[in-house]
């Protein structure tokens, strides 16, 4: 789950007064908690990619790793897998949504559609990619809806639906989850243009709905979701859970080759999986210079295409066709989560019954004691994650109020640094700090290397409504004599509570999405239900795999719910306390 | 060839509210047609109407015809009406040139030509060489020449203007309104225009129409100098304004 953008509305003007020290140090704390491991993660790659690493004897720089990764079987392929699979999902991702939105934003299917995808958005990956596992398999639901009558198949037929060489399962995972984000993105970045009116002006010069979104809206739109795109295609070049799940796993994709090698009981291997931690960030930044580049030939291409004038679009089918493609997506992810549900409570369940023959809580109650101690764990950390993250980002906002407004373009940017970084190509690094301050394992460790994901969602989801928040109540607060902390506690807080327990709940639903992380800072012995579920769905049973991911699917969900609920009952409260007064 | 454009009894209503009653009425190529009337009375209703993009939540009917095509039943796209409106609407992304670019006829091929005819009308408004300019470093009476002009290029049948002269100060206002007015003479084809500024329906010097509440809430229709109005109720439907003959009393 990524949670709403930055969006461009400047800090409505506050008034100025000089922060106290304490707030003085949020922002600072923030980028210390926030760089520091990121920083001194990537270097703990590079160093021992080129075979430097003194703990474990490296105390030369040689190109010996990058030898052994050359040598690897399979390894070019692993890397055209990882290239093909990310770059498929981004670009469909992207066509679709554009494609969708030139169709149907603004009417009505559109607005239903937000609320069919919110449960898609708020489900980790590692639960989707289970889930849309246990549709796709050859012995899963879909084939079961067919069977035997449309295909006379009695028997689950033999072919690699799941973990299929080419990663079609894992790219079509990955488009049951990115698509839904990045229609959230671009919804709301459509929000802040008068897209209607500009349509309207465009209608009126003789131009055709398709035609006049894709020359009028469209070149407006894209630099706003410029970042949250980027973010995809680095996500999809460089995921691990989803790509252990539903990817090949012979050759896998090139990070979980890393990952492979990074947890091989041969130590020596550490230097080769640092090299292809590397090699992996090396191919999402290049992937991300060559989008860009993309970008800039479309839009001088598209320019001329705008001034030929034609009125009319050959595309218009196609926009038609999105719409189809994204609404089957969106069911595939309701499926998903439903197939899980539905197998967590199955007693029987033959091929090719569409039903289980025989329901039973069992699996249930078996797994009770084994499920009680991820799921604390799970909650603990998302809770503290998350906590840290909304007290982080409040101190500096309000700093930033208190202090005046700054420049912040690239601040914007280095909110975004952990998400265009690839995972596995700093917390390698992280993992031998914490190692060296022997905090790995610890429950601090783990809390930590979430928050570096959790802030960035927070921050975003939280930064615009609190900027736009009317400077106008603090300033009347102040005035009648307020201090500012008080102002802080007594208004804005309130005032913006709803807002607060959104971002809060981003964030825990960030924290739980979160595999390569816990893995690595809790150097495999913190167990979380994602880490239960990653592990469970190679070779688990589909009852116990069901229980795990359906769980952990619904934590995020009840996360959501709760946080609308209580804005809404204290708005309630509120608006009853002033009619009683 | 430039065509009347004529109403056959178009009214407008919101479920609670007529808010134009059946008007019937034609506006010869070159003749400017005003409508006046307090704000939420419905004249930028008619003219989202006629220009096809009445939002949801009006009723509307009647037919509307540019010489003998019915365009009523056609997409906003698809019936040559240009609007002007209040907002010049200049698109962001484009410069100045591009943004004329968009709006000139596909009739106009070829690269050179087009940025030739672009040239020559940015020429002949007075704002020669501002083509490569991003429309937000123009001044506001430069935008709204250029929302005219992209308008114009599109060589629509029928003209609306939506109070275009709303937001503009007293000074540029005068301005911009012969600058209007000419190039719509020159264009040739029926103007309705929409205002609230009785200086706007002067200088158009034209037939001017009034729109008003009656006491008995039913909508009425009358010119501005008091004489012309045929509205009036019928027996089979009393509430409703049947028919309008719009009669030209002008000396």
């Known amino acids: ?581 | 060839m430039s065509e009347p454009l004529q109403l056959d009894q178009v009214s407008i209503s919101l479920p609670a509210r007529l808010l134009i009653p059946a008007l019937s009425v034609r506006v010869m190529p070159g003749e400017v047609l005003t409508l006046m009337g307090p704000s939420g009375s419905g004249k930028s209703t008619l003219l989202s109407f006629l220009g096809g993009t009445l939002p949801g939540g009006f009723r509307a009917a009647g037919r509307v015809w540019i010489g003998r095509r019915e365009v009523s039943a056609l997409p906003a796209e698809r019936r040559q009406i240009g609007i002007l409106f209040q907002d010049d609407l200049l698109f962001p992304h484009l410069t100045v040139g591009e943004n004329l670019a968009f709006g000139l006829s596909t009739a106009v091929r070829g690269r050179a030509a087009r940025a030739a005819r672009i040239s020559a009308a940015l020429e002949e408004a007075g704002l020669a060489g501002l083509a490569p300019r991003d429309p937000a470093t123009l001044s506001g009476g430069q935008r709204s020449r250029v929302a005219l002009l992209r308008l114009l290029l599109a060589e629509p049948r029928v003209l609306l203007l939506d109070e275009p002269f709303n937001k503009l100060d007293a000074a540029l206002r005068e301005d911009f309104r012969r600058f209007v007015f000419a190039h719509a003479a020159a264009a040739g084809v029926p103007v309705l225009m929409v205002t609230h500024d009785v200086a706007d329906a002067a200088a158009a010097r034209g037939r001017v129409l009034t729109l008003g509440q009656s006491a008995d809430g039913s909508a009425r229709i009358e010119t501005a100098d008091g004489g012309l109005c045929d509205a009036h109720r019928t027996e089979e439907s009393p509430g409703r304004v049947d028919a309008v003959v719009v009669v030209d009393r002008r000396q």
């Open chain 1, 1 to 581: 789950m990524r949670a709403p953008m930055l969006t461009t509305t400047a800090p409505s003007s506050s008034p100025r007064m000089r922060p106290t020290f304490w707030l003085r140090q949020a922002p600072r704390i923030t980028m210390l908690l926030f760089l520091v491991p990121i920083v001194a993660g990537l270097a703990g790659t590079v160093l021992p990619a080129f075979g430097w690493l003194p703990a474990l004897g490296g105390r030369e720089l040689t190109f010996a790793p990058w030898l052994r990764l050359a040598e690897e079987p399979g390894v070019r392929w692993a890397i055209g897998l990882t290239l093909a699979t990310g770059w498929t999902a981004t670009i469909i991702s992207v066509l679709l949504v554009l494609g969708l939105c030139a169709r149907w934003h603004g009417r009505k299917p559109g607005r239903i559609g937000r609320a069919v995808f919110a449960p898609i958005l708020a489900a980790p990956h590692a639960a989707m990619a289970i889930g849309v596992g246990f549709l796709i398999a050859p012995s899963g639901w879909l084939v079961r809806w067919v069977s035997p009558w449309l295909t006379g198949w009695h028997q689950p037929p033999d072919l690699a639906t799941v973990q299929d060489p080419y990663g079609l399962a894992l790219t079509l995972g990955l488009l049951v989850k990115e698509v839904p984000y990045l229609l959230l993105m671009t919804l709301t970045a459509l929000g802040q243009l008068p897209v209607a009116r500009q349509l309207e002006a465009a209608a009126a010069l003789g131009y055709g709905r398709t035609a006049a979104w894709l020359k009028i809206i469209l070149p407006q739109l894209y630099p706003q979701i410029r970042l949250p795109i980027y973010a995809v295609l680095a996500y999809a070049l460089s995921v691990v859970d989803m790509a252990l799940i539903l990817g090949p796993s012979n050759p896998p994709t090139l990070s979980v080759l890393a990952l492979r090698w990074f947890t091989a009981p041969d130590v020596r291997m550490y230097f080769p999986a640092a090299a292809a931690a590397l090699l992996q960030l090396v191919i999402v930044l290049g992937s991300i210079a060559v989008w860009r580049t993309a970008e800039k030939i479309i839009a001088r291409l598209g320019r001329r295409w705008i001034a030929r004038g034609r009125r009319r679009s050959r595309l218009e089918p196609l926009a038609g066709l999105a719409a189809v493609l994204v609404s089957g997506l969106g069911l595939l992810g309701a499926g998903s989560l439903l197939v899980l549900a539905v197998w967590s409570f199955t007693a029987r369940w033959r091929f090719p019954h569409i039903l289980p023959s025989h329901w039973s809580a069992f699996a249930w109650r078996e797994q009770v004691g084994t499920i009680l101690w991820p799921l604390k764990t799970t909650l603990g950390v998302a809770v503290a994650a998350s906590a840290l993250a909304v007290v982080l980002v409040l101190g500096c906002l309000e700093y930033e109020q208190q202090r005046g407004p700054a420049p912040k373009s690239r601040s914007l940017w280095l909110l975004y640094v952990p998400l265009l970084v690839p995972q596995i190509a700093f917390l390698f690094g992280v993992q031998v700090l914490l190692t060296v301050s022997h905090l790995d394992g610890s429950l601090l460790a783990v809390v930590w290397s979430h928050l570096l994901f959790v802030l960035p969602y927070v921050f975003l989801s939280l930064a615009d409504p609190w900027r736009s928040l009317d400077s106008r109540y603090a300033r009347t607060a102040l005035c009648l004599g307020a201090s500012p902390g008080r102002v802080f506690l007594r208004i804005k807080l309130p005032l913006l509570l709803r807002s607060v327990l959104v971002a809060a709940a981003v964030g825990l639903a960030v924290s739980i999405d979160q595999y390569l992380p816990t893995l690595f800072a809790g150097a495999g012995r913190v167990v979380t239900l994602t880490t239960e579920a990653v592990t469970l769905a190679s070779g688990g049973g589909r009852r116990v795999t069901g229980i795990f991911a359906l769980l952990q699917a619904l934590v995020p969900l009840i996360a959501y719910g709760s946080a609308l609920g209580v804005s809404g009952r204290a708005g309630r409260r509120r608006v009853l306390a002033g009619v009683s007064a």
